[in-house]
């Protein structure tokens, strides 16, 4: 069964840090992986999505993804955080159909930015 | 164009009793879904609908029913709400594309089971 499994619920750094946000996932098939981000109060946004193209997937607000098919990993990462990346992150993956499939999605990683 | 919309925002019920939460898109999305959202545990799937006229069960649908009004719309309705039904549900639509499913998601539904 395909899943996907955040490593730490709660992660904190300060402003201009590194932010790496960890997404590993089991399939048995080749993944469709996606990262959305929840600001508080509002929906999901789409941060940026794996679709085989290429390993290193550029998103929106300087994030980026990498796939590593030989570790099961995308993780997450922005060289500099603001304070305005304080949200709560989700890595998903598809199952199913590309076309039609679910999104299955990992526990949530929330990011606290300190000034 | 307003992606996602949910009504209401905000919802008070009591055990036993029932609500609709509605949702609309106007991105001419095929395919529509249902969420609900708890503390650690990521978002679940409710129920989906493919494709107008059709809906299927997720990872969670007890205590809940849906109906694909049309194209636009896609409603959740709880028929006797409990405690446990307690969550912010997020419904979101996709249009079948390419290889991947990209979901855009409505700003959710906070609702209380006393």
């Known amino acids: 069964a395909q899943s996907v499994t955040q490593l730490g619920s709660h992660v904190s750094v300060s402003e201009g840090a590194l932010v790496l946000l960890r997404c590993n996932y089991s399939?048995?098939?080749?993944?469709?992986l996606f990262w959305y981000v929840q600001y508080p109060n509002q929906g999901l946004q789409l941060l940026l999505k794996?679709?085989?193209?290429?390993?290193l997937v550029k998103g929106i607000n300087g994030f980026e993804a990498e796939f590593k098919k030989s570790e099961t990993s995308f993780h997450l990462t922005k060289p500099s955080a603001h304070m305005s990346d304080a949200a709560e992150y989700f890595c998903?993956?598809?199952?199913?159909?590309?076309?039609?499939?679910?999104?299955?999605f990992g526990q949530g990683t929330t990011l606290q930015v300190k000034p | 164009n307003a992606g996602v919309t949910q009504t209401p925002k905000f919802q008070v019920l009591k055990t036993g009793q029932s609500m609709t939460l509605q949702c609309a898109q106007d991105?001419?999305?095929?395919?529509m879904y249902w969420y609900r959202q708890d503390p650690g545990m990521g978002l679940r799937l409710i129920y989906y609908?493919?494709?107008?006229?059709?809906?299927d069960k997720g990872e969670v649908p007890n205590g809940y029913n849906v109906s694909r009004l049309n194209k636009r719309e896609f409603s959740l309705r709880l028929e006797s709400a409990a405690p446990s039904q307690t969550s912010v549900y997020f419904c979101?639509?996709?249009?079948?594309?390419?290889?991947?499913?990209?979901?855009?998601f409505g700003p959710g539904t906070r609702l209380t089971v006393l």
């Open positions: 979101a639509s996709s249009e079948l594309r390419g290889r991947y499913n990209e979901q855009f």
């Open positions: 794996y679709t085989s193209a290429a390993t």
């Open positions: 998903a993956v598809i199952i199913g159909s590309s076309n039609t499939g679910k999104l299955i």
């Open positions: 609908s493919a494709s107008e006229g059709t809906t």
């Open positions: 991105m001419n999305h095929n395919s």
């Open positions: 399939s048995s098939v080749p993944p469709y």
